[in-house]
């Protein structure tokens, strides 16, 4: 018996793997694109984003496939988003809607579904209950939409959305009043991104000082380790990184990492490989 997809508060959320699968996501996008298509049959264009949860990037090329079948234009996201950047994307790009792939503040083993309108705003009932009606429909079906494939297309839309944050946020009386600024990840495999994303803010307007103290001191003193951790001071672990240029730069490179005093080995299978068929 197929699970039954309901949703609340705007989605469908499900622990992954249990009821969140492949199978499910495509049952409910086939209902979600199936209830756009109702509303606009022509030239209909629908934000694909997501959150850092696991397979989120795979979700996305599947939504964005199905979409296409339908004739609707995806308009997707490559990396993670926030909620409110999705929605004001929504507006701005003047389209009929978002599919995103979050499951909010459930736990990691959580993934879902939010569907936007084209007001940026959260779905009403009267929307996801046509939106579960159409997910019946075509478990009923199964019958491939014989609408002409429309091409998917790329949006960012960090820049327009911190532009608009920095006309409507004081970010002068924030810094005055010391708000400490940390960047965090959801997971350990995004732990790479965290320098991107103070880059991403220092190029927005936080002075670089403060970019670099929200990826080191600022996170410490707020977890209350900054007696261990968080800046280059005697008694503290000697948890170092030496780069060849600014770690804010996309092109700098990490020449040693030293955890505790200990230098960490830098070499793995993917640089091997590298250098293995880079000479040839």
């Known amino acids: 018996m197929a699970t039954q997809i309901k949703f609340g508060t705007s989605g469908w959320r499900a622990v992954m793997a249990e009821e969140f699968t492949f199978a499910n996501v495509r049952r409910a996008v086939h209902g979600i ?3 756009v298509a109702s509303q606009k049959s022509n030239r209909a264009r629908v934000i694909v984003g997501r959150d850092p949860r696991f397979l989120g990037e795979t979700f996305c090329a599947m939504a964005a496939d199905i979409l296409s079948s339908y004739g609707i234009t995806p308009l997707v996201i490559a990396e993670p988003a926030p909620t409110p950047t999705i929605s004001y994307a929504v507006i701005q790009s003047k389209a009929d809607g978002a ?5 909010s503040h459930n736990p990691p083993e959580y993934n879902g579904i939010k569907f936007s309108t084209p007001d940026g705003a959260p779905a009403l009932p ?8 159409e997910v019946a429909a075509f478990d009923a079906h199964s019958l491939a939409p014989g609408a002409t494939k429309a091409e998917s297309q790329s949006i960012d839309p960090r820049r327009m959305y911190l532009s608009r944050l920095r006309e409507i946020v004081d970010l002068d009386a924030i810094r005055k009043a010391g708000v400490k ?47 261990q ?10 948890d170092l990184l030496l780069t060849n240029g600014d770690p ?22 993917q640089t091997r490989l590298f250098e293995k068929y880079s000479a040839r």
């Open 181 to 227: 600024i940390a960047f965090g990840t959801f997971t350990n495999e995004f732990v790479r991104n965290l320098p991107y994303q103070a880059a991403a803010a220092a190029a927005f307007g936080l002075p670089r000082e403060e970019a670099l103290k929200a990826v080191t001191i600022n996170p410490a003193q707020i977890w209350g380790i900054a007696d």
């Open 33 to 35: 694109a199936g209830y």
């Open 126 to 133: 009267e929307v996801t209950g046509a939106i579960e009606r």
């Open 229 to 238: 951790l968080g800046s280059v001071e005697k008694g503290k672990w000697a």
């Open 248 to 269: 804010l730069e996309i092109q700098t490179k990490v020449e040693h990492v030293f955890i505790q005093g200990r230098e960490i080995e830098l070499t793995n299978k």
């Open 99 to 103: 599919i995103n792939f979050t499951a």
